[in-house]
């Protein structure tokens, strides 16, 4: 594993493109940011907690940090009971096991999955769909596995 101090110039950058993408300011000019590789998996260490992912070209909040820091400022789905085990071990989000829609997202936005009882973050995931359209559906696949509880992501964070 591969660990060192995100350059002043990256810094800027990265600050710019995430607070672009989720449209507020979750990295401060004064956060101490690094950056951890491992293998294919980097990982944006912020202030010491795992803050986010870079998957597939998309930099997504890693779950340690939205159980931290709150996940207020993303698009949010509560699933039921049923469907909180399957998707805390990594399968994708069926239709009928959404109980509600928190936020409404746009197809290819970052979801986060939430468990009914405490509201805590589940899983990061990617809609297939809007949520307008969603809401209308009665089954089918509705977003798709992007991070989950105990995936190699949350494994490597237990590392740093």
Known sequence: MRRWIVSKKDKK??????????????????????????????????????AFIKIEGLIIPHLRFLLKQGYEWLP????????????????????????????????GDIVVIVEPTRLLPLAVHQALYDSNEIEKMSKGKVTRRLHCLKDKYWKLADQI
């Open 76 to 107: 949010a789905v509560i699933v039921d009971e049923g469907a909180v085990m399957p998707i805390s071990r990594g399968a994708d989000l069926m239709r009928p096991g959404i109980r509600k829609i928190l936020r409404p997202f746009k197809k």
């Open 13 to 50: 950058k990265l600050i710019k493109e995430i607070n672009e993408k989720y449209g507020t300011e979750l990295i401060g000019k004064d956060d101490k940011v690094e950056i951890v590789v491992e293998n294919d998996v980097e990982i944006y260490v912020v202030n010491n907690i795992p």
